[in-house]
């Protein structure tokens, strides 16, 4: 496990993470990642014995294991951004077998993919890691693209390859999310049925959103929202991008467009991403559902990227972190080290919620 001070050393200049003070939404409200957080957290829920055991059983595996934090390796960009953009960078993971054993070997709690890459190598896989099939996505084949998600299968086939747990995306905000939203909601309580825990890639997404003062699809008072849509419908697990900015609700060009109040920039959230990331924490019923922020795209710096990521979550009061392609677009060999690194900012009891 990494020392504090190699994790400062690996932050260069984002180590200041690592010393922020919150002085908004205080941590003792929140309900905070623990070892007993499925006995003191959600055996309170209407989930049943089944999801509670499955859900158990992904917080007990990988290095993770008895933290209550969590570790998830998602490989479904080759239907999302298509399998040349994702898997160019490293062929070997055309095959599903080497993006499963890099969740294994990486230390993971589970590896999330598509119906195809997980129904290929079930038999041989589904029971050394937990298996979360993604069910609906963006594919990007039509002409002209389109942003909309579209079911792939059924949560019968996921219940029926060894699946531990489901999960989708919705466009929060798009012209399609009330279709989505329905979609979703229905698949996540058959899912529940069939004793799967859910976890919903709760997005942001409308061009109208995009205005001469920000990008608004990454703003902390939208993506919250969104979170707060999510739970909702029961999502037991909630997946967002890390937040960029505020104020989604109070740009000129987006008058007229929902509803907020001015203690949300006042009192809730300041401008540091600590606390915006706390503000997405509590619209998942101040921690009750828990939130994984997204890794991102491969970059110029990776493992700095990914360890600050992992270090503002979990000073957030967040569960843990879902990256992918910093990690599977290199070698199996660096991508073991980039999740292993993440994972050390979990592990270390230095590195404290804000």
Same mark, same amino acid.
Request: charged share 20%; with cysteine; hydrophobic share 40%.
């Given at each position: ?35 007993? !957080? ?36 998602? #490989? ?56 979360? $099939? ?130 949300? !920039? ?6 540091? #991403? ?10 998942? !019923? ?20 990914? $360890?600050?990521?992992? #270090? ?40 404290? #919620?804000?």
């Amino acid at each position: 496990m990494a020392s504090i001070g190699k994790l400062r050393e690996i932050l260069g200049d984002q180590a200041s993470l690592l010393d922020h003070a919150s002085t908004k939404i205080d941590k003792a409200r929140l309900h905070l990642p623990g070892p007993r !957080y499925i006995d003191d957290v959600f055996t309170h829920t209407d989930r049943t014995p089944r999801v509670l055991g499955a859900m158990q059983r992904m917080f007990d595996t990988g290095r993770l294991a008895g933290t209550g934090y969590l570790s998830i390796l998602p #490989v479904d960009q080759g239907i999302e951004h298509s399998a040349g953009a994702s898997f160019a960078p490293n062929p070997t993971m055309f095959d599903p077998e080497a993006i499963v054993k890099l969740a294994i070997d990486g230390g993971c709690n589970a590896v999330a993919s598509t119906f195809g890459a997980l129904g290929s190598v079930a038999r041989k896989y589904a029971h050394r890691i937990p298996f979360i $099939v993604k069910i609906n996505h963006n594919e990007l084949m039509s002409y002209p693209n389109t942003f909309d998600q579209t079911m792939f299968g059924s949560v019968r086939q996921c219940f029926d390859m060894g699946a531990a747990g489901i999960g989708a995306t919705i466009y929060w905000g798009s012209p399609e999310s009330r279709r989505q939203l329905v979609e979703i909601s229905e698949a996540f309580a058959e899912a529940h049925r069939f004793g799967m825990f859910t976890v919903l890639w709760c997005y942001v997404r409308n061009n109208a959103f995009k205005t001469a003062t920000a990008d608004h699809n990454l703003a902390a008072d939208l993506s919250s929202q969104a979170n707060h849509l999510g739970v909702t419908i029961q999502a037991d697990i909630i997946k967002q991008k890390l937040p960029e900015g505020n104020g989604g609700y109070n740009d000129p060009a987006l008058k007229g467009f929902g509803k907020t109040h001015q203690k949300v !920039y006042s009192e809730l959230t300041s401008d540091h #991403v600590i606390d915006l990331t706390r503000y997405q924490v509590a619209n998942c !019923y101040m921690g009750r559902i828990g939130l994984i922020n997204s890794g991102g795209a491969s970059g110029d710096n990776d493992l700095r990227d990914a $360890v600050a990521t992992a #270090v503002i979550n979990k000073r957030a009061g967040g569960m843990g972190l879902i990256s992918g392609r910093k990690a599977f677009q290199k070698s199996h060999t660096d991508g073991i080290a980039l999740l292993n690194a993440l994972q050390d900012v979990y592990l270390s009891p230095e590195v404290t #919620v804000a």
